[in-house]
């Protein structure tokens, strides 16, 4: 004789009502690390600067994320808004890519600019956006970083910039060529002004912006394992019709060549950016 | 003559290169070795010269004539080394008052794992940088091809100006039309899009002459570009302060207005 409610369901505290109070996590709030495929919930993302804490892979994130990230709380405040592209060569394409670009990366343009605290310190702040068609320079983004500077000059504040870019953006042809030396004017000025400007450089950082406003930095930062050149991989390969050594034009590399100055985990970058800030208070000066 | 003739006619193997237009335009050519840091680049040249017997300081991007000689020059493709023999060289014609006169002509800066090592990014960057601020008058003339930030490196200046069949772009057509279009037919209609021809450049307003080829000979071609380039420095600004801000106003105008 069969046991009576041997197929009843056992009342397991992890099933029947009271599991399915607990909320169900939307796929969306879950990520898989890149790197090493940990699952991980965004709310721990979140608190660990979106660094996965099994592997240390510091996650693409997008520029609204990572000023409010790294900058004290509500202290941001956005400045040439105003700016948007408009397909001035009328290159074929260009104007659905934007369209693209502005959908996804819910920005209107490449470069996020405004000014913010870090630690209790005034700072002008960009940061480049990567779902923003690569990070790529065009006129806007040349205009609101060379705007910034300007602002920074004027108003006597240091510069902090996170860079991430594919390089120039090609439907804009010369003009976005023209943008590295219209930056690179308005960054030797605030400098000659003797005002601070410190790059982030994160993953990836390559050709127009690593030949102009990237490299020009009083302290150059690198986030750990960013790809970091002037010339992609790829094209080198091609070049070279030969497979690049493994960890070459990474932050690691750079720093063992010479051209960054230090590597910062994500997670200890607002710290060190107000370390950094606070050393050059003018009071300090002789 | 479309875009395409235009970039054919820029990289044309008979057409003269920098050494033959210092020839021409200057004397006393007396070229100047190395960045003091690391090595001397062949495919950039610079040294001392007189322009109409003012001492002038020329910086020149040289492809080579013959294939020994290409291989020699990198192709007229600089290393960071290259870009920082340039800056020296400008930065001792500040310290002497002397104009500077680049000559551009390049497929574009080296690419190559040696190049990334020594800061290729690095060295462009610091010369558009210095160049922005340089205390003594700077032209800059594309004779050929303007190929990216390499090109540019050298045209950070109060005037460029191009020859008739000079290009000066973002990419190469070939790039572009790879990059964009997974497609390598698509090179003509790439170098059209880009906008990258002397005339194109004059009406965007990034270059402010054009010096013209057709139905000249290269005798006539370099007498006519002497002769600009003399009456552009009699004409250049005294004043370091305006030099430098007419110069910055320049570049500060180009792209990115409200809308």
């Known amino acids: 004789m069969l046991k009576k409610g041997l197929f009843k369901k056992p009342n397991n505290r992890l099933e029947g009502a009271e599991a399915n109070k607990t909320p169900k996590v939307p796929v969306q709030m879950m990520l898989h690390c890149p790197s090493c495929k940990t699952m991980l919930l965004e709310v721990d993302l979140d608190e660990n600067c979106f660094v996965c804490k099994n592997c240390g892979h510091h996650l693409k994130i997008g520029a609204r994320k990572r000023i409010t990230l790294l900058t004290d709380t509500d202290s941001f405040s956005e400045l040439f808004a105003d700016l948007s592209s408009v397909n001035i060569l009328d290159f074929p394409e260009y104007d659905k890519k934007l369209e693209k670009a502005r959908t996804e990366s819910g920005e209107t343009e490449g470069v996020l600019c405004g000014t913010a605290a870090i630690g209790g310190m005034d700072c002008a702040i960009f940061a480049m956006e990567p779902s923003f068609m690569m990070g790529s320079m065009g006129t806007v983004v040349g205009e609101k970083i060379t705007s910034l500077f300007e602002f920074a000059t004027a108003n006597a504040l240091p510069v902090i910039g996170f860079t991430v870019s594919g390089g120039a953006r090609m439907q804009e042809g010369i003009l976005s060529l023209m943008q590295m030396a219209k930056v690179s004017g308005a960054v030797k000025l605030h400098s000659d002004a003797g005002y601070l400007y410190i790059t982030v450089l994160t993953d990836p950082t390559t050709g127009g912006v690593t030949a102009s406003f990237a490299m020009e930095g009083d302290i150059l930062l690198a986030e750990p394992h960013a790809l970091i050149g002037f010339a992609g991989p790829r094209v080198i390969e091609q070049t070279i019709r030969q497979k690049l ?30 370390q950094l800030l606070r050393m050059h208070r003018k009071e300090h000066a002789l | 003559m479309n875009a395409m003739n235009r970039v054919n006619a820029a990289r044309a193997k008979d057409r003269p290169t920098a050494l033959t237009f210092i020839a021409h335009i200057f004397t006393q050519f007396t070229e100047l070795h190395g960045d003091r840091r690391f090595g001397d680049d062949r495919a950039m040249i610079g040294g001392l010269a007189l322009l109409d017997n003012i001492p002038v300081t020329v910086i020149a991007l040289e492809k080579g004539v013959d294939t020994k000689d290409k291989v020699y020059r990198s192709f007229g493709s600089a290393h960071p080394e290259g870009y920082r023999k340039a800056l020296r060289l400008m930065k001792q014609a500040e310290k002497f008052h002397r104009p500077v006169i680049c ?9 190559g794992l040696d190049a990334e090592e020594r800061g290729q990014g690095q060295a462009i960057a610091e010369n558009l940088m210095e160049m922005m601020t340089l205390k003594t008058p700077v032209l ?21 100006w191009m020859l008739e069949n000079a290009v000066y772009s973002v990419i190469s057509p070939e790039g572009c039309a790879s990059i964009l279009w997974k497609d390598a037919s698509k090179v003509t209609e790439a170098a059209e899009r880009l906008k990258l021809t002397a005339e194109d450049l004059l009406a965007l307003g990034v270059i402010e002459k054009i010096l013209p080829e057709a139905d000249k000979s290269w005798e006539e071609i370099f007498e006519d570009l002497k002769e600009n380039l003399t009456s552009a420095l009699a004409k250049a600004p005294k004043e370091p302060e305006e030099l430098i801000k007419k110069r910055y106003e320049r570049f500060r105008k180009m792209g990115g207005s409200r809308i």
Not at chain 1, 252 to 274: C, H, M, N, S
Not at chain 2, 140 to 147: A, K, P, T
């Open chain 1, 245 to 274: 050594p493994a960890g070459f034009q990474r932050s690691e590399f750079l720093l063992e060549k010479g051209f960054v100055d230090a590597i910062v985990p994500r997670t200890q970058q607002q710290a060190y950016l107000a």
């Open chain 2, 103 to 111: 000559l551009i002509d390049t497929s574009g800066a080296y690419c």
């Open chain 2, 140 to 160: 800059s003339v594309l004779i050929g091809e303007g190929g990216s930030g390499g090109a540019l490196a050298l045209a950070v200046a109060d005037q460029v």
